[in-house]
């Protein structure tokens, strides 16, 4: 029944996946104006921004390793979400203001009103959240 549970998903496994509390709070970043108001936090605590192209199967799985990264101690963290392909204005900006070459999947980390860590691809798995709290 192990291999069949493995394939199809037995109950407990359903269960156990929709009890699990994510820690990410994404906050969508949509607007230039909002780059302002990241720069003005940023003065207080990091800010994360995580650049994402929805059609990038790179991405896709980027995204959710991040999304694993996320403990209880992290649930305060501010993480805005840049849907690149709605939003490639704001993706420019951010590459000039912040002073980074653009990638897809990115993520910056703000404090100060500057980049102090960015990470592209399979590198964003391995960020160490914790530093920037």
């Not at 780059?35 to 896709?60: A, M, P, Q």
Request: proline share 2%.
């Amino acid at each position: 029944m192990g291999i069949l549970n493995n394939i199809f998903g037995g109950k407990e496994d359903k269960e156990s996946k929709s009890e699990k509390k994510s820690f990410l709070n994404w906050i969508p970043l949509s607007s230039l104006e909002q780059l302002k108001e990241i720069n003005e936090i940023s003065k207080t605590e990091s800010v994360f921004i995580f650049k994402d192209s929805t059609r990038c199967g790179i991405c896709k799985i980027v995204i959710k390793q991040f999304e694993k990264l996320f403990k209880q101690e992290h649930q305060n963290l501010k993480v805005y979400y840049l849907d690149l392909l709605n939003h490639r204005d704001i993706s420019n900006e951010i590459a000039t203001l912040f002073d980074v070459i653009h990638q897809s999947p990115q993520l910056l980390v703000i404090k100060n009103g500057v980049s102090i860590h960015n990470a592209s691809h399979h590198d964003i798995a391995s960020v160490n959240l914790s530093r920037f709290i």
